[in-house]
Nanobody
């Protein structure tokens, strides 16, 4: 069984920071690519960032320069550090585990966490 669990969401003011965590069990974490997605009300889910097993990363243009994805293989955990948060960052953020990574592209697997709410508001 693959289990994915996110934490760290909450309410933050514009310009603030938040760090999300995603812990995975059920497979060899160090060998797999991981990604963060988000979905705002009334909008489609979009990929925010991914990190490969070799620690290659990429980001959605809307968050590049503000968000940082990283991983701790010993802890089976991927993080999303979010800085300079904007109201438009408000969404449910979900972690996707063991997606298909090839040629700089991440395709989501069926292994999702429950999601964690991030609200950016004054």
């Amino acid at each position: 069984q693959v289990q994915v669990s996110e934490s760290g969401g909450g309410l933050v003011q514009p310009g603030g920071s938040l760090r999300l965590s995603c812990t995975v069990s059920g497979f060899f974490f160090r060998d797999n690519a991981m990604a963060w997605y988000r979905q705002a009300p009334g909008k489609q889910r979009e990929m925010v960032a991914y990190v490969s097993s070799g620690r290659r990363t990429d980001y959605a243009p809307s968050v590049k320069g503000r968000f940082t994805i990283s991983r701790d293989n010993d802890a089976n955990t991927v993080y999303l550090q979010m800085n300079s948060l904007k109201p438009e960052d408000t969404a449910v953020y979900s972690c996707n585990a063991n997606g298909r990574y090839f040629g700089g592209r991440y395709d989501a697997s069926d292994y999702w966490g429950q999601g964690t709410q991030v609200t950016v508001s004054s």
